[in-house]
């Protein structure tokens, strides 16, 4: 299956600051990425879907102006959570699918804590 | 509408013995199904995917899937259940959407335990 990376695999941030997270595909062309956040012992939550060169399309609840995401090219798209908030602190996982197909495939997340 | 009910929250077995995970569907349409497993503080990884042309699956690790439509399941199972399987495990349901996209429906997740 493909490759998905996530960077970084874990991040500290004080409340009020932003924050990255990268989320490349290292061997396939992403047209669509999907970014999630998973608290402790539950599902996955899908936050948004991005179209490469596209806005992305955000779920209901989520903030689009707290969580941006930039799907910039076929192998990267980044999610920044701004003016971080220690209830963001959660585990952010992104996942990439191909054109036409409905395969996911997934980074290894990133776990961010907020203090 | 689409949904998927994962049975167990979780569910505990001895190694060596068999692995049952149960999961019901539902889909207006002809959907792909999955199972990933996760563990801890990990991304998902893919077991296998059924998209119409068997019903009976294998996936890796030795985990294969039934997809049985009458009874709207797709349970995940394995003969012998090694340590290493101890995780979590997703059913996963993935059907057109009404834009004309894929809608990806995860189910609440089933962790299993593996006693020595």
């Known amino acids: 299956g493909a490759v998905v990376s996530q960077h970084p695999s874990w991040v500290i941030c004080k409340s009020g600051t932003s924050v990255k997270i990268e989320c490349r595909s290292l061997?396939?062309?992403?047209?669509?990425m999907f970014w999630y956040r998973q608290f402790p012992k539950q599902s996955l939550m899908l936050m948004a879907t991005?179209?490469?060169?596209?806005?992305?399309?955000?779920e209901q609840g989520v903030e689009k102006d707290k969580f941006l995401i930039n799907h910039a090219s076929l192998t990267l798209s980044t999610l920044t959570v701004t003016s971080a908030h220690p209830e963001d602190s959660s585990f952010y996982i992104c996942?990439?699918?191909?054109?036409?197909?409905?395969?996911?495939?997934f980074g290894p997340g990133t776990r961010l804590t907020v203090l | 509408a689409q949904s998927v009910t994962q049975l167990d929250s979780h569910v505990s077995v001895s190694e060596g013995t068999p692995v049952l995970l149960r999961c019901n569907y539902s889909?207006?349409?002809?959907?792909?199904l999955f199972w990933y497993v996760q563990h801890p503080n990990k991304g998902l990884q893919l077991l296998l995917k059924?998209?119409?042309?068997?019903?009976l699956v294998k996936g890796i690790n030795g985990f294969e899937a039934e997809f049985k439509k009458s009874e709207t399941s797709f349970h995940l199972t394995k003969p012998s259940a090694h340590m290493s399987d101890a995780a979590e495990y997703f059913c996963?349901?993935?059907?057109?959407?009404?834009?004309?996209?894929?809608?990806?429906?995860f189910g609440a997740g089933t962790r299993l335990f593996v006693k020595a």
């Open positions: 996942s990439e699918t191909g054109r036409g197909t409905d395969t996911q495939y």
């Open positions: 061997d396939f062309q992403a047209t669509t």
């Open positions: 991005s179209n490469e060169g596209s806005k992305a399309t955000y």
């Open positions: 889909s207006s349409y002809s959907p792909s």
């Open positions: 059924y998209t119409s042309a068997a019903t």
């Open positions: 996963v349901v993935s059907d057109l959407s009404a834009t004309g996209g894929f809608k990806t429906i």
